[in-house]
């Protein structure tokens, strides 16, 4: 039996968030000598076998990592190291057109690396969801438990003291399930950002800026269709006012003139005076 094992016998397992798991009453160990799982006193849950790189022994306690927050930290960083690479080679190749062809290997490897670890996003992720709704349901028991010693307190069953007791420890339980329900949000968080970033990493230079070149077209296109039409020029010889009157003018027909011109000349009272002296004149002579 290796010093490891000597160590952690007999120890307290609690996990990260500070809730009690059970007490480690051995460990199996591999060829080598090396500690492979490690079983732990579950109380009415029984043995359970926990591999022993989700432990973290300390003096007095040994401490419970669960498996999600192990697989979604691995993934965060080989996710944003192979993100960060895939950059690296980006650039290189708009700083340097001779090195497209040895980059090609390289960029089809970093994609084939996201594509795998796509699948394991959505493993991971399906666990999330799992472990949440696990939460959600603990959080609910211990509520209902909060509302019946409550209940039991105002109806005299139970004494004052230990009502503050069962709030005292349900309030430490509350906190650890809220603690955890953080830690998977935040997580969550952090996975969809670094898929947003492999989405904009893998968009080709080109294409980006042919979309740009069709965006400013089409807008120069719009803004010319939002125009007023412009003006169109006088003649030199009709000012604008004067062809405004000649558009506006009513149309005379030839018949209307020789009318209008035969009433101008019987109402003129001039011009009647003399036609009048006129054929007195020819009668004289």
């Known amino acids: 039996m290796s010093n490891d094992e000597i160590q952690i016998i007999g120890k307290k397992v609690k996990d990260m968030y500070g809730t009690p798991v059970g007490k480690v009453v051995g460990t199996i160990s591999d060829i080598d000598g090396s500690i492979q799982t490690v079983g732990v006193d579950c109380g009415a849950d029984g043995l359970r076998q926990i591999q022993f790189e989700q432990l973290v022994v300390q003096p007095d306690v040994v401490i419970f990592i669960p498996k999600w927050r192990l697989d979604s930290q691995r993934l965060l960083r080989e996710k944003g190291l192979t993100l960060r690479r ?3 080679l980006i650039e290189l190749v708009s700083e340097n057109d001779d090195m497209k062809e040895s980059a ?14 796509d699948e394991t996003e959505n493993k991971i992720n399906a666990q999330l969801d799992v472990r949440t709704a696990e ?9 209902m438990l909060i509302f019946d ?5 105002k109806s005299n069953e139970i004494s004052e003291s230990t009502f503050e007791s069962v709030k005292t420890q349900t309030t430490d339980l509350i906190e650890h399930i809220t603690h955890e329900q953080a830690e998977i949000s935040n997580v969550q968080r952090r996975l969809q950002d670094l898929s947003m ?7 080709p230079r080109q294409q980006l800026q042919e979309e740009a070149v069709s965006y400013l077209g089409t807008q120069s296109e ?4 939002t ?6 020029e006088q003649s030199p010889e009709i000012p604008i006012q004067q ?6 003018a009513p149309m005379i027909t030839p018949a209307q003139q020789v009318s209008s011109s035969h009433d101008a000349i019987n109402t003129s009272p001039g011009k009647k005076t003399e036609e009048s002296d006129w054929l007195s004149r020819m009668e004289a002579q």
């Open 149 to 153: 010693a409550k209940m039991q307190y």
């Open 104 to 117: 090609e290997m390289l960029n089809e490897k970093y994609k084939s690396k996201l594509s795998i670890l």
């Open 197 to 203: 970033e492999v989405q904009i990493t893998e968009a």
């Open 227 to 232: 125009k007023l039409p412009e003006v169109p």
């Open 243 to 248: 062809h405004a009157q000649y558009i506006s």
């Open 135 to 143: 939460l959600d349901e603990q959080l609910k028991s211990v509520k």
């Open 222 to 225: 719009s803004e010319v269709q």
């Open 86 to 88: 895939l950059k690296a």
